[in-house]
């Protein structure tokens, strides 16, 4: 394992030979057969300790009073772990053939954690459960456009924009936002029927309230 993992330190899952490894390894082939059932048990494997260190790194994050903070950190670590770490990520995430790295359930688990303390302070419009899956989603698929096509989706706003989107969705602050101007508009609506029917005076600190409302 140790071999393969010093392998995917420069080459990807699909570059590394059967035989590249058992030279590193100096081992035979029989017997990468006889401890995993054959390369792809053996890569599934070195996933899976690459998962230790993810999970490792993830619990270092600090736990602060503000969740939806967290839960930007926790995303934000996530994608330099991927960075960090382009072809062991992608075995880890994006892996080819069976059997797959199984520890990307305690990923989930561990972000599920964050996502409840969310929801305990009544900041989550979802079920945790599924408000875990939209943000690991979202997350590792910015991680592989970033690794793929770096020249494209390389920066890290972009990372930023998607994080804060999904986030905003999940915790709902797209919608307290929508409601927040459709109330203004509302306002500035009855204010303007109000002056055009010369029923209503409209006072100069409203207008400027409701434009500050819609231009947040």
């Known amino acids: 394992m140790a071999a393969t993992s010093e392998l995917l330190a420069t080459l990807s899952a699909e ?19 006889r401890q995993f ?13 690459g998962f230790e260190r993810f999970l490792a790194n ?11 903070a967290d839960l930007r950190t926790a995303w934000d670590a996530h994608v330099r772990f991927a960075l960090d770490n382009p072809h062991l990520y992608r ?11 199984q520890a990307v359930g305690e990923a989930q688990a ?3 954690s964050v996502l409840e303390r969310c929801s305990a302070v009544g900041r989550l419009s979802l079920a945790p459960a ?22 494209l989706f390389g920066e890290a706003a972009m990372s930023q ?22 109330g203004a508009v509302a306002v500035l609506a009855r204010a303007l029927v109000g002056t055009l029917s010369g029923t209503v005076a409209v006072r100069e600190e ?8 819609l231009g947040a």
């Open 15 to 33: 570059e590394i030979s059967t035989r590249a490894i058992c030279a590193k390894a100096q081992v035979g082939a029989p017997e990468i057969s």
């Open 206 to 213: 409203v207008i400027e309230e409701v434009s500050r409302s």
């Open 161 to 182: 924009v998607v994080r804060d989107a999904v986030i905003a969705k999940v915790t709902g602050q797209m919608e307290q936002v929508a409601d927040e101007r459709l």
């Open 91 to 101: 075995l880890m995430f994006a892996p080819a053939g069976d059997p797959k790295p």
């Open 110 to 112: 561990l972000l599920l």
């Open 130 to 151: 599924v408000a875990g899956q939209a943000v690991l989603a979202a997350n590792v698929g910015v991680c592989l456009m970033m690794l793929s096509f770096p020249e």
């Open 58 to 68: 993830k619990r270092r994050n600090p736990r602060t009073e503000d969740p939806v």
């Open 37 to 49: 059932g054959g390369k792809q048990g053996l890569l599934a494997a070195v996933a899976d300790q």
